[in-house]
């Protein structure tokens, strides 16, 4: 009798690890959605930033601005 009581004891407590498991995996899994929606919104910023950028720096050198500015910083040489 007390081997049946300890027995259900125990199996009722590893159920209740189970689900604190399975809640756990459910949070990480909603961590990882809100991870991969500001990577992508982060990835769509740049692009924009970079092709207004780019337009920028097109308008300058049509206007014969182009020597100054530098598409790249060049390395110094050792």
């Keep these: 009798m007390e081997q049946e009581r300890f027995t259900f004891a ?33 990835r769509n910023e740049t692009q924009g930033v970079s092709g207004k950028l780019d337009f920028i720096l097109g308008g300058l050198k049509a206007l014969g601005a182009g020597e100054f500015v530098p598409h790249s910083v060049p390395s110094p040489k050792g």
């Design 10 to 42: 125990k199996s009722s407590e590893v159920q209740g690890l189970r689900s604190d498991v399975q809640g756990l995996r459910d949070e990480v899994q909603g961590m990882r959605s809100e991870v991969q929606a500001l990577r992508t919104k982060f």
